[in-house]
């Protein structure tokens, strides 16, 4: 990755913030030896320069079984982090749910990260939800179940996150959803609220920038979501989604969520991964 697309303009914190990430990148770069990855040069420059990416069948679907089956164990235990008729969520994954810190510090998405920051990045964060079928309009459902509106995350100017699809997902039960290249062009007024609805985004848009990202379980979504995304409300059945948060600088959501995992986790890490954990919070267990 030779250029950053950066727009101070669709940065939360202006050109301020663009002038920081800038700075941590060109002292992590110095910090951490790193290589580019030729197979995914393309990918992560597709994601780069238009804000979102797929790859098929990325993952073995046995490796995802594990993590499944963890999360109902969990959900079993009622011990989920909240269960409400939308959103089921565990509380700090990397602690809790066998699999997901193989699938976080996977070589391949190291690659892919690595590529897009070109330099060696930090995972902030992890998540593993599930979401339900309902009937009510976006805008009545209560907690996570507000991603279903149009927003942009306001971690970074420039960041990068992992979606492992969990189950398969079609138009009808909650594919991730992008609005092409918005990561690098707002409209004035953007700031005025976190939250747009579809209507009101494909109006200032068009039907034609929304991208809604169908795939299987296995798939590999990825997407600089400073710009505008949600996840489409579900319709019909469920889906389940394991979320993997990669950057280079702490962000607001580090320790509320899922910035935790295992200090024996960290310890059994390669030296080159461990600056991978640099943000993140190790507990002994």
Known sequence: ??????????????????????????????AHSHSNYEQYEQ???????????????????QRLDTVVDSFEKIKQRGELQYNDFYTEQVSHPLLTCDGVFDLAFDDELVKIATNFFDCTPVINNVQLRKSKATMLPESQIP???????????KDSPRFLKFFFYL?????DNGPFTYVHQSHIQKFDGWKTKYRWTEQEIERIYGPDRIVRITGNKGDLVMGNTNGFHKGTKIKNGERMLLTIYY????????????????????????????PLADYLNKENQ
Not at 43 to 61: L, M, Q, R
Not at 167 to 171: F, Q, W
Not at 259 to 265: E, V
């Open 43 to 61: 990918v992560a420059d597709f994601v780069n320069a238009n804000g979102y990416a797929k790859i098929e069948g990325f993952i073995n679907k």
């Open 1 to 30: 990755m030779k250029n950053m697309l950066i727009n101070p303009d669709c940065c939360w914190g202006g050109l301020d913030e663009a002038r920081r990430y800038v700075d941590v990148h060109r002292a992590r770069k110095h």
């Open 247 to 274: 950057g280079i600088h702490p962000t607001q959501w580090l320790t509320k969520w899922g910035g935790k995992m295992k200090q024996s986790d960290f310890d059994s890490l390669p030296e080159w991964k461990k």
């Open 143 to 153: 907690g996570n179940g507000q991603t279903t509106l149009f927003h942009c995350d």
């Open 167 to 171: 189950t398969n997902v079609e138009a």
